[in-house]
């Protein structure tokens, strides 16, 4: 079964301090990545999302890494707040029978920022 | 502002029942999809529709059907409820567009306990 491994399943951080959480995956057929961020009695929202052509994207304190060759990729939050904390799951575009993909999620991380 | 509906919030049901779960979005997106949340599970997609009278099996398709009448609504039907399909549902929506940056709206999700 196609999958994307999530690691760690909780982070706690200090307020100020950089989140880091790694996803990997193993079919060479996916070719998007975005990353979800769900906040308690909320559906996950797109926070960020990245192509295999590039290393890296960032967005404000958001960053993705992508390592193409080793088949994984991170998500980097600098200068967390507690504000981020949030639960975030790493995804992968795989194609389907039909003319579409469908996201394959990873088991998500609970990050907790400690002001 | 973009929305996808979930019907309940909260649905209580009893083992056996056959149970639907509705979902409306009003974006005039081609693509639905279910999916049911469990913690340290992540997200794990049931089925997905890309276009109307049209679905494909995701990952755990096992017990649940869907139907697809409307563009706008996209229905999960558990046929027989059992304890196991105790779970958040979430539903998402997404535009068919050219590639594969295809971003969910998610909705709030539907916390169903079958007991």
């Known amino acids: 079964q196609q999958q994307v491994k999530q690691s760690p399943q909780s982070l706690i951080v200090q307020k100020g301090g950089i989140s880091i959480i790694n996803c990997a995956y193993e079919?060479?057929?996916?070719?998007?990545f975005p990353w979800y961020q769900q906040f308690p009695g909320k559906g996950p929202a797109l926070l960020i999302a990245i192509r295999p052509d590039v290393s890296e994207k960032k967005e404000g304190r958001f960053t993705i890494s992508f390592n193409k060759s080793a088949k994984q990729f991170s998500l980097h939050i600098m200068d967390s707040q507690p504000g981020d904390s949030a639960t975030y799951f790493c995804?992968?575009?795989?194609?389907?029978?039909?003319?579409?993909?469908?996201?394959?999620f990873g088991k998500g991380t609970t990050l907790s920022v400690s002001s | 502002d973009v929305k996808v509906t979930q019907s309940s919030r909260y649905l209580v049901k009893r083992t056996g029942e056959k149970v639907f779960l509705e979902c409306v979005q009003d974006m005039d997106h081609e693509n639905m999809f279910w999916y049911r949340q469990d913690p340290g599970l992540g997200l794990r997609l049931i089925y997905f529709?890309?276009?109307?009278?049209?679905?494909e099996k995701g990952d755990i398709p096992e017990g649940y059907s869907v139907s697809r009448e409307k563009k706008e609504r996209f229905s999960l039907i558990l046929e027989s409820a059992s304890t196991n399909q105790t779970s958040m549902y979430l539903c998402?929506?997404?535009?068919?567009?050219?590639?594969?940056?295809?971003?969910?709206?998610f909705g709030s999700g539907t916390q169903l306990s079958v007991l």
């Open positions: 529709s890309y276009d109307v009278k049209m679905k």
């Open positions: 995804a992968a575009s795989r194609p389907t029978n039909q003319a579409g993909t469908a996201l394959i």
């Open positions: 998402a929506s997404s535009f068919q567009g050219v590639g594969t940056n295809e971003k969910l709206f």
């Open positions: 079919n060479t057929a996916f070719d998007y």
